[in-house]
């Protein structure tokens, strides 16, 4: 299939999407054994075994690219092209990857990569709106769209103006942030034939028909509980909250192009640490900066109750340990353990030594001894000691010594709702039934947990200032906080 062929079926892939799921656990175990076999030079057996992925997995190009590399490893050019053909197709569009992959030579030396070459950013073009019309697909009503050329995302989104505008400024303050603290040479890299990111912020609805189909019913019952999900094949980001997980999943996309530019794949605790860091930031100026949270707090007991793994423990820990064996203690110690080297200005610094080194060790653990400059007992003793440092941050209301004297929950993703107004309160801060409360002093409330935090910082009797909404009616009051 030539270059004008594929950009035709791509166009077509935008009048009948199909919605592909995450790996599964036998789809990720073939792929697996594909990928031993290639690497044993049984190219006749990953054939096979890629092919049967192939029938898994229709939608996804995985199984096709490596169907194509295990042709090329048999001089099956003609079949090699086809299996790509499909694979770009379907989705697969890491240059880099393709002149990187020894296995795949032979599609290098063979015309048709040249023309492919040559037709690579109609190709690029043609996905984006193929990819344009999948996001929309999430969307009842009325879309809000933004697009960043320089950033190389489309934002649709199903709040309304007000809230999409405060969201694409955050994402470009965290774009900001990550660029000049992590990815330093990330915004040097030429992303013009990149392929661009699609950010989906949908209602309720849209997000449990997105969820569905990502999961499988079974997350029906733990809606709640799903904040989000960026699926790098896909290049696609969906959140239900314009809060921590946006935050974090978009960190997830600035980092996967630092990886697809490295050719690397990071290990899940500096992936998830490093997503996690900006989940709960204060402001200092104009520039977010981390600060501990209801994570730290997670680290701190296990510390108290002498559970805490050492650092060298979680360095190795696979991605499928990471998320599914008792992921809320793993994600905060990675957080934990990224914040601490930002804390101690080593960050950067650890950052751009595991880049380098990363080939002679994956897990990132000789790294942040070699620029910590310490032995694994010192290393553990002086990260110990930063956590006990650490303040302990509100996580319930029981926690605060000032509060709004209103009850409140979880919203539909920009701030929390007001469920029962006491009396005097509604005069007291402006606010209403229903009305959404989405910052308090210019600092954003997205979820219980952020309010409570933000709260913290207070006292009784203080006056702050609420930003909130009722409908798409956004307004700006004047509260006094009460003792709790």
């Given at each position: 299939?030539?270059?004008?062929?594929?950009?035709?079926?791509?166009?077509?892939?935008?009048?009948?999407?199909?919605?592909?799921?995450?790996?599964?656990?036998?789809?990720?175990?073939?792929?697996?054994?594909?990928?031993?076999?290639?690497?044993?030079?049984?190219?006749e057996?990953?054939?096979?075994?890629?092919?049967e992925?192939?029938?898994l997995?229709?939608?996804?190009?995985?199984?096709?690219?490596n169907?194509?590399?295990?042709?090329?490893?048999?001089?099956?050019?003609?079949?090699?092209?086809?299996?790509?053909s499909?694979?770009?197709?379907?989705?697969?569009?890491?240059?880099?990857?393709?002149?990187?992959?020894?296995?795949?030579a032979?599609?290098?030396?063979?015309?048709?990569?040249?023309?492919?070459?040559n037709?690579w950013?109609?190709l690029?073009?043609a996905?984006?709106a193929a990819?344009?019309t999948?996001?929309?697909g999430?969307?009842?009503?009325k879309?809000?769209?933004?697009?960043?050329e320089?950033?190389?995302?489309?934002?649709?989104?199903?709040?309304d103006?007000?809230?999409?505008?405060?969201?694409?400024?955050?994402?470009?303050?965290?774009a900001?942030?990550?660029h000049?603290?992590l990815?330093t040479?990330?915004?040097?890299?030429d992303?013009?034939d990149?392929?661009?990111?699609?950010?989906?912020?949908?209602?309720?609805?849209?997000?449990?028909?997105?969820?569905?189909?990502?999961?499988?019913?079974?997350?029906?019952?733990?809606?709640?509980?799903?904040?989000?999900a960026?699926?790098?094949?896909?290049?696609?980001?969906?959140?239900?909250?314009?809060?921590?997980t946006?935050?974090?999943?978009f960190?997830?996309?600035?980092?996967?192009?630092?990886?697809?530019?490295?050719?690397?794949?990071?290990?899940?605790?500096?992936?998830e640490?490093?997503?996690?860091?900006?989940?709960?930031?204060?402001k200092?100026?104009?520039?977010?900066?981390p600060?501990?949270?209801w994570r730290?707090n997670i680290?701190?007991?296990?510390?108290?109750?002498?559970?805490?793994?050492?650092?060298?423990?979680?360095?190795?820990?696979?991605?499928?340990?990471?998320?599914?064996?008792?992921?809320?203690?793993?994600?905060?110690?990675?957080?934990?353990?990224?914040?601490?080297?930002?804390?101690?200005?080593?960050?950067?610094?650890?950052?751009?030594?595991?880049?380098?080194?990363?080939?002679?060790?994956p897990?990132?653990?000789?790294s942040?001894?070699a620029?910590?400059?310490?032995?694994p007992?010192?290393?553990?003793?002086?990260?110990?000691?930063?956590?006990r440092?650490?303040?302990?941050?509100?996580e319930?209301?029981?926690?605060?010594?000032?509060?709004?004297g209103?009850?409140?929950?979880?919203?539909s993703?920009?701030?929390?709702?007001?469920?029962?107004?006491?009396?005097?309160?509604?005069?007291?801060?402006g606010?209403?039934?229903?009305?959404?409360?989405?910052h308090?002093?210019?600092?954003?409330?997205?979820d219980?947990?952020?309010?409570?935090?933000?709260?913290g910082?207070?006292g009784?009797?203080?006056?702050?200032?609420?930003?909130?909404?009722?409908?798409?009616?956004?307004?700006?009051?004047?509260?006094?906080?009460?003792?709790?």
């Open positions: 299939m030539n270059p004008i062929k594929l950009i035709s079926l791509l166009l077509m892939l935008c009048i009948a999407p199909v919605w592909a799921a995450l790996d599964e656990p036998k789809p990720s175990q073939l792929e697996a054994k594909g990928v031993i076999a290639m690497r044993s030079g049984e190219y057996q990953a054939e096979e075994v890629f092919r992925l192939i029938e997995r229709p939608d996804s190009y995985v199984g096709h690219y169907l194509a590399a295990a042709h090329c490893m048999q001089d099956e050019v003609p079949e090699a092209i086809a299996a790509m499909n694979a770009i197709a379907l989705g697969f569009t890491d240059k880099p990857q393709l002149y990187r992959d020894s296995h795949v032979a599609l290098r030396a063979d015309p048709w990569f040249d023309e492919l070459m037709q950013d109609a690029i073009d996905r984006r990819d344009i999948l996001i929309e999430l969307f009842r009503k879309i809000e769209s933004r697009t960043d320089t950033l190389r995302f489309e934002l649709r989104s199903g709040h103006p007000v809230a999409t505008d405060e969201a694409m400024g955050e994402l470009q303050m965290i900001d942030w990550a000049r603290e990815f040479e990330l915004p040097e890299h992303l013009s990149s392929p661009w990111v699609m950010i989906g912020l949908p209602d309720r609805t849209g997000f449990a028909r997105w969820a569905i189909t990502v999961f499988g019913p079974e997350v029906r019952s733990s809606l709640s509980s799903v904040g989000g960026y699926e790098h094949q896909q290049r696609r980001l969906v959140a239900q909250d314009l809060g921590a946006l935050r974090h999943e960190v997830h996309v600035l980092h996967w192009r630092d990886m697809s530019r490295l050719g690397q794949v990071h290990a899940p605790w500096i992936q640490g490093l997503a996690s860091l900006i989940e709960d930031y204060d200092r100026g104009a520039n977010p900066e600060v501990a949270s730290t680290v701190q007991r296990l510390l108290k109750a002498n559970r805490l793994p050492s650092i060298e423990d979680l360095s190795r820990i696979d991605m499928n340990s990471f998320t599914a064996k008792r992921p809320l203690a793993q994600y905060a110690q990675a957080r934990a353990a990224m914040l601490w080297l930002l804390d101690t200005n080593k960050l950067d610094e650890f950052y751009q030594h595991y880049c380098a080194h990363y080939h002679q060790d897990t990132g653990y000789r942040i001894l620029v910590t400059g310490q032995e007992p010192e290393l553990e003793k002086s990260y110990r000691e930063w956590v440092s650490l303040p302990s941050v509100p319930t209301g029981a926690d605060l010594s000032a509060t709004l209103i009850e409140i929950e979880n919203g993703g920009d701030g929390v709702v007001v469920k029962a107004l006491p009396g005097g309160a509604r005069r007291r801060t606010l209403k039934l229903g009305s959404v409360i989405t308090i002093n210019g600092r954003p409330t997205r219980l947990f952020e309010l409570i935090r933000v709260l910082d207070y009784p009797g203080q006056r702050v200032t609420l930003h909130h909404r009722r409908g798409t009616v956004h307004t700006i009051s004047e509260a006094t906080l009460i003792a709790r």
